[in-house]
């Protein structure tokens, strides 16, 4: 796994903050969901994934997916 460095991290995250808003607030939910198939698709590896959405889940305080958490 390669390590971001400081300025790449900051560029994506303004180029991610401003495709949502382009993509809307009606939609935003949709382009992101649309976003993490595809980098789940590119990421390939089920159980990873499920280890990084419990992680997203606990620092969002909803807790453990149910598939992670059996």
């Known amino acids: 796994m ?6 790449e991290r900051e560029r994506a995250y ?5 495709a949502v808003t382009a993509a ?12 993490c198939l595809l980098l789940m698709e590119e990421l390939g590896d089920a159980e990873k994934f499920e280890a990084i959405l419990a992680q997203a889940q606990l ?12």
């Not at 390669?2 to 300025?7: E, G, K, L, M």
């Not at 303004?14 to 401003?18: F, K, M, R, V, Y």
């Not at 809307?24 to 939910?29: T, Y």
Request: aromatic share 6%; with cysteine; net charge negative.
């Open 24 to 35: 809307g607030e009606d939609k935003e939910s949709l382009f992101l969901a649309r976003l």
């Open 14 to 18: 303004t180029n991610l903050c401003d």
């Open 2 to 7: 390669s390590v971001w460095s400081r300025d």
């Open 59 to 70: 620092q969002s305080g909803k807790g453990l997916s149910r598939s992670a958490s059996e």
